[in-house]
């Protein structure tokens, strides 16, 4: 089983995901900084990243992200030059990278988790062009559930509205006009059209950040695109990184009237 918790966009186009799973056969994993999974599988889940081409048809490389207990990560960013930064929450008290943290130990007890911030080189691999170890995590207190029982999403995906999307279009030009457009007729003589937002599965007129979710794992083909046919903005059938990026606009925009 696996779950993808947040997603952000690269300077170049590529897709970044993290989120939690308990696969020990999870793809792309063989040259990451952690190849193996840690917490042993379900019930322990460990955290994980993930890195997609721009037309999500090429998984570049993912990473484990955990120790033996339970992991998860709920959130991710992009430094300056092209560094991966998660935070999340553990139970392990021997999450990898932690040695020279400003908290390099545990303070769980066993009851609770910590929460957790790692760096990664861009390309997920075992070393970062930038820094002296592979990350850095930081393991700072905090009292929600362990993962592996209770995966939240309440931390959620703040970085959708960082200056991780500095290099999406201008919000001037993200309202696109929609192939799929569907037509309400009135019965009377004047016919009246309703362009569909994209993204907005529940048709409330807003996106949220669970409906952006659900439409990067249609994109994933993790979910059928009858949850939010919305995002299939050119009725191609797929969801692709030009669609989510309109919903994003539309996340953080409001939903435009045409």
Not at 215 to 234: H, K, M, R, W, Y
Request: charged content about 15%; proline content about 9%.
């Amino acid at each position: 089983m696996d779950e993808i918790y947040t997603l952000t966009l690269a300077s170049n186009g590529d897709v970044l995901v993290g989120g939690w799973t308990y696969s020990e056969d999870l793809p792309g994993r063989a040259n990451g900084a952690q190849p193996n999974l840690g917490g042993g599988g379900e019930p322990t889940s460990d955290g994980f990243v993930a890195r997609l081409s721009g037309d999500l048809r090429t998984l570049l490389r993912s990473t484990y992200l955990g120790g033996s207990r339970g992991d998860s990560i709920n959130t991710l960013t992009l430094a300056s030059n092209g560094d991966v930064l998660v935070c999340g929450s553990t139970s392990s008290e021997d999450l990898p990278g932690t040695a020279n943290g400003s908290q390099p130990n545990y303070d769980g007890g066993g009851s609770s988790a910590d929460g957790f911030i790692a760096r990664l080189s861009g390309d997920l691999r075992a070393s970062s062009p930038t820094s002296t170890s592979t990350w850095t995590p930081t393991v700072t207190r905090t009292p929600t559930a362990e993962p592996s029982l209770t995966p939240t999403r309440t931390p959620t995906h703040t970085p959708t509205r960082t200056p991780t999307y500095s290099h999406t279009p201008p919000p001037t030009k993200s309202p696109i006009p929609s192939p799929t457009a569907t037509s309400v007729v009135d019965p009377s003589p004047t016919a009246t059209t309703i362009i569909a937002c994209v993204g907005d599965c529940s048709g409330d007129g807003e996106v949220t950040v669970d409906e952006l979710i659900l439409g990067v794992n249609i994109a994933l083909e993790n979910a059928s695109l009858q949850q939010c046919p919305t995002f299939d903005v050119d009725g191609s059938g797929f969801v692709e990184i030009n669609e989510l990026i309109v919903g994003v606009n539309n996340a953080l925009l409001g939903c435009q009237t045409h």
